[in-house]
T-cell receptor, first 113, second 116 residues
Framework: GNSVTQMEGPVTLSEEAFLTINCTYTATGYPSLFWYVQYPGEGLQLLLK?????DKGSNKGFEATYRKETTSFHLEKGSVQVSDSAVYFCALRTNFGNEKLTFGTGTRLTIIP | NAGVTQTPKFRVLKTGQSMTLLCAQD?????MYWYRQDPGMGLRLIHYSVGEGTTAKGEVPDGYNVSRLKKQNFLLGLESAAPSQTSVYFC???????????????FGAGTRLSVL
């Protein structure tokens, strides 16, 4: 079956540090890949996505590249801000069958000034 | 534009009580979903619907029922609540898979449920 593995949290960084949150997946076929972010007290919102191999999704300074050869979709940001403190979820959706998203367990990120 | 609205935001139940969680979306989405979020487990799909009048089981459907009588609403029911159903519940909606550019799930703010 499909699965998503994220790096364990929590992650604490200083402001302006470089961020990497690892995500690897197992899926049938060629899934679409997503990063969702959940700010405190809110629902999940889409941060970025990639629908095919070598695609790079980007938004708000965050980037992730769909690597088929390593089945990975690592999230990166060059200089984090306090406002980036949130829980980040990696997810995949296969492009056939039902609409189900398979989520990783989430990584809590805290940025300290 | 309200997006996806969930009511209530918080609820405390006693074991054996029943309740209904309401999800409403104003984006004319065909697909709607109910997830539960538990520590260390990410989000798991309970039930989903691909259109008005249709429902289907997800990963963890036991103990829950759903109804989609109107396109904009998706109700999640707990007939006899158990402590194992203590969780945060999220509703989401999206366009169908065929509309790939728009096939993004939009989430509500969640309902925090405690069953004592």
């Amino acid at each position: 079956g499909n699965s998503v593995t994220q790096m364990e949290g929590p992650v604490t960084l200083s402001e302006e540090a470089f961020l990497t949150i690892n995500c690897t997946y197992t899926a049938t076929g060629y899934p679409s890949l997503f990063w969702y972010v959940q700010y405190p007290g809110e629902g999940l919102q889409l941060l970025l996505k990639a629908t095919k191999a070598d695609d790079k999704g980007s938004n708000k300074g965050f980037e992730a590249t769909y690597r088929k050869e390593t089945t990975s979709f690592h999230l990166e940001k060059g200089s984090v801000q306090v406002s980036d403190s949130a829980v980040y979820f990696c997810a995949l959706r296969t492009n056939f069958g039902n609409e189900k998203l398979t989520f990783g367990t989430g990584t809590r990120l805290t940025i300290i000034p | 534009n309200a997006g996806v609205t969930q009511t209530p935001k918080f609820r405390v139940l006693k074991t054996g009580q029943s309740m209904t969680l309401l999800c409403a979306q104003d984006m004319n989405h065909e697909y709607m979903y109910w997830y539960r979020q538990d520590p260390g487990m990410g989000l798991r799909l309970i039930h989903y619907s691909v259109g008005e009048g249709t429902t289907a089981k997800g990963e963890v459907p036991d103990g829950y029922n759903v109804s989609r009588l109107k396109k904009q609403n998706f109700l999640l029911g707990l007939e006899s609540a158990a402590p194992s159903q203590t969780s945060v519940y999220f509703c989401a909606s999206s366009y169908p898979l065929g509309n790939r550019d728009k096939n993004i799930q939009y989430f509500g703010a969640g309902t925090r449920l405690s069953v004592l």
